[in-house]
């Protein structure tokens, strides 16, 4: 079974700070994907990550797929209230089994 | 979040009826997907499907749960009998190919009481 870890489960930081979170696994994966779920939604798609070492910017946000293809991380800059929400990282293993594999997020919190 | 559709977006049902869950995917998708997600538990994949064709149901109970995506209309994810367990989340994904990038409807909150 695959399994997806994400780090901080929690994260509570003010305005204007910088964080990282991360999403770690035993696994390879052939692409992974992050998104952003507020309450009561669905999650949003904010990047796909294909290539081993690849890094991806989306305005403040900057994503980062392992050489190995079995870790990412989500690095945010200037974080603003507006960043608040629940922060998922999926995988997929490109393979047989068809669904992606989820981990059970990162809750943020950006204080004014 | 745009484009797949899901409804109803909130659904009571007491124990031992039925709950019906729909899904339209986005335009020129042929791929859809189910997750549940419980709180404080990640999304958990339960079936794929295609155009008429179940893909992959490895996620699915194998009771009182079905999934169909007919030709024509939107993809049903159905509960026989629900139990309090099923209270959740239900979220459709789809995608324009297997192993594409997937995106969700704003999800079905099932409430049994």
């Given at each position: 079974t695959q399994l997806l870890e994400q780090s901080p489960q929690f994260l509570s930081i003010q305005e204007g700070e910088n964080l990282t979170v991360y999403c770690n696994s035993s696994s390879v994966f052939s692409s992974l994907q992050w998104y952003r779920q507020e309450p009561g939604e669905g999650p949003v798609l904010l990047v796909t990550v294909v290539t081993g070492g690849e890094v991806k910017k989306l305005k403040r946000l900057t994503f980062q797929f392992g050489d190995a293809r079995k870790d990412s991380s989500l690095h945010i800059t200037?974080?603003?209230?507006?960043?608040t929400g629940l922060y998922l990282c999926a995988g997929d293993s490109?393979?047989?089994?068809?669904g992606l594999t989820f981990g059970k997020g990162t809750h943020l919190i950006i204080q004014p | 979040n745009a484009g797949v559709m899901q409804n109803p977006r909130h659904l009571v049902r007491r124990r031992g009826q039925e709950a019906r869950l729909r899904c339209s995917p986005m335009k020129g998708h042929s791929h859809v997907y189910w997750y549940r997600q419980l709180p404080e538990e990640g999304l958990k994949f339960m079936v794929y499907l295609q155009k008429e064709n179940i893909?992959?149901?490895?996620?699915?109970?194998?009771?009182r749960f079905s999934a169909e995506f007919p030709k024509e209309g939107p993809s049903i994810l159905r509960i026989q009998q629900?139990?309090?367990?099923?209270s959740a989340a239900y979220f459709c994904a789809s995608s324009r190919q297997q192993h594409t990038e997937a995106f969700f409807g704003q999800g079905t909150r099932l409430t049994v009481v």
């Open positions: 200037a974080a603003q209230p507006g960043d490109g393979g047989g089994a068809d | 893909i992959d149901e490895s996620g699915m109970p194998k009771e629900v139990v309090r367990g099923d």
